[in-house]
């Protein structure tokens, strides 16, 4: 340590002289210091004030550049010195070397910014403002050859990447077509998972997506998979895992996905359908995903439907209902919900049978699987009378769902399960399924989701209970006494908030219950007479026409 003192002193002579030969020797007694106790030789550096004195020797000319910037990168390993590495202004003549053609300055400066703003966002931005991310795109593009720096330029991607801020830099280079010309180049599982870790934080941006896809990742990503798919070594496993999940994030963007469907024939379409039947459970997710994210619009979706996919979803998910692989259960039930949207879709798929398959699952625990199979029912049944009346009338289904209704510690299910009990009505319109929902106790909890501050939740419920009161109001009025049915009502109809819709809806069941003793009893009782009277100067024609005639109704009956 005391030639370390002896040398910080000469450096500090020598750095107001520049005399190169012994500013080098005083650099190579720091960078021994350092590699024999890094903590304690930083310290040193600091105490002694030798950190303002680099930037002057951090000039593209000078043969100690490299050696500087080591020093830089060494000290700053310790995360004690990061702040006066800042301090000491390192980082903007640091960066201005990144323009130097010497490989080693290259590697060097490369390795002392990363260590200077390892872990710190705010430094990381500040690289980002200044440039730095075209400057090691293009080091990339000279420098491939270079492992070393290719690594270096790949770490710093890696945790720039990270920052949403430096997508729109990222996508303003040509990144995806430098990160594939290298990838394809590789034989190393370790070099390919770094790309790959550079891959994928910048395909969540989806102008990257498109532009990674021009770039032919998908055809790597494919050969990946095909190369790793019957590979037992953890690595293969690894590899394809990464490959496939890349490859479906490729697909969240609209245009890579549209571009990559080509119609529905694709060729990579084609090799994503062949993974479905797959044995391997990661090809099946993948595919299960790839189909969902492929269902995002109508044609593809009316395409899929008409070349026979559903009957490979369905094969998929018969694989997995007894202690099936919870992933690919609630990916294949994604893919079958999209799918099932279009309404010239729905009635094709239930034919199919997709309605029995799904309610092979009724008996899940798992919240993704059962928030998915709602889902899935909810759509199949949308303007499908006689499936409504099937499965409303289907005595197990209702009692899971007025079960699920009660799932408070799962937001989805609990809202999905009111709706598909209220969906189950609606598109019915059946006396049997109003009584099958009555007697299976869902009546309170159609109540409960007028009171939703969804309000595409709150008018499913009021039309469902207005076709509850309608078709059979004896054999419900105790579960409307029950449940406050008319203190609802009299609230939703005072609240400024409530939106129209709301407000008709209110109205039509208020007189739809008055045929009840007790209800109407109620209704007198809370002077609905007021409120309604109130909303015949509403804006809305539709509202202010429906108060005056609940009025009317309301005046004859007192």
């Not at 997995?320 to 690919?328: F, P, R």
């Amino acid at each position: 340590m005391d030639n370390l003192s002896e040398a910080l002193e000469k450096l500090k002579l020598a750095s107001t002289d520049r005399a190169t030969d012994s500013v080098e020797s005083c650099l190579d007694c720091l960078l021994k210091a350092l590699a024999n106790n890094n903590t304690e030789a930083s310290v040193k550096i600091q105490e002694m004030g030798i950190l303002p004195l680099l930037p002057t020797l951090l000039t593209p000319q000078s043969s100690c550049t490299p050696k500087v910037a080591n020093i830089i990168a060494e000290v700053a390993k310790n995360e004690f010195m990061r702040s006066p590495c800042v301090e000491a202004c390192l980082i903007p003549p640091l960066i201005q070397l990144l323009n130097s053609s010497d490989q080693e300055v290259l590697l060097q400066t490369g390795r002392a910014l990363g260590n200077i703003c390892y872990d710190s966002h705010s430094l990381q931005a500040q690289l980002i403002n200044m440039g730095v991310i075209p400057t090691l795109v293009k080091l990339l593009a000279i420098h491939s050859h270079n492992t070393a720096l290719t690594e270096m330029c790949l770490i710093a991607f890696g945790n720039l990447a990270e920052l949403e801020s430096s997508k729109e830099q990222f996508a303003s280079t040509n990144i995806a077509e430098e990160l594939v010309r290298l990838f394809q180049k590789q034989t190393e599982h370790e070099k390919k998972e770094m790309i790959f870790e550079v891959l994928a934080p910048l395909a969540e941006n989806d102008l990257i997506k498109l532009q990674l896809v021009e770039a032919g990742l998908v055809e790597c990503l494919l050969d990946v998979v095909a190369q790793t798919v019957d590979g037992e070594r953890e690595e293969d496993i690894a590899q394809l895992k990464t490959a496939s999940d890349l490859m479906v994030l490729l697909l969240l963007g609209d245009e890579s996905m549209q571009k990559l469907f080509e119609g529905g024939k694709g060729s990579v379409f084609q090799r994503v359908l062949s993974w479905i039947p797959s044995h391997n459970h990661q090809l099946q997710l993948a595919g299960a995903l790839a189909i969902a994210n492929f269902a995002r619009n109508d044609g593809n979706c009316i395409h899929m439907v008409d070349t026979g996919i559903v009957q490979k979803l369905l094969e998929l998910l018969d694989r997995h209902v007894e202690e099936g692989n919870v992933t690919v259960q609630h990916a294949a039930l994604s893919a079958l919900r999209n799918l099932a949207i279009p309404v010239v879709n729905k009635s094709k798929m239930l034919s199919a049978g997709v309605a029995d398959v799904v309610l092979k699952f009724l008996q899940s625990e798992m919240p993704p699987v059962q928030f998915k199979l709602l889902g899935t029912l909810r759509m199949l049944i949308d303007t499908q009378a006689e499936a409504a009346d099937q499965l409303g009338t289907n005595g197990k289904l209702v009692e899971r769902l007025v079960e699920w209704c009660e799932a408070k510690d799962h937001a989805g299910v609990m809202g999905e399960s009111n709706r598909l009990l209220s969906a189950l009505i609606r598109h019915s319109k059946s006396k049997e399924v109003v009584k099958s929902v009555i007697q299976g106790g869902g009546v309170k909890h159609l109540v409960t989701m007028a009171t939703s501050e969804h309000m595409i939740m709150q008018n499913e419920a009021l039309v469902a209970l207005g076709l509850i009161a309608a078709l059979d109001l004896v054999a419900a009025e105790k579960d409307f006494v029950g449940a406050d049915l008319v203190s609802v009502l009299h609230k939703l109809l005072s609240d400024e908030r409530s939106a129209p819709e709301i407000k008709y809806n209110s109205m039509i069941l208020i007189c739809s219950v008055m045929g009840s003793e007790p209800l109407h009893k109620e209704v007198q009782s809370l002077a609905f007479i007021d409120v309604v009277s109130k909303l015949r100067a509403h804006e809305n024609k539709t509202v202010s026409h429906q108060a005056s005639l609940t009025e009317q109704r309301l005046t004859a009956q007192s």
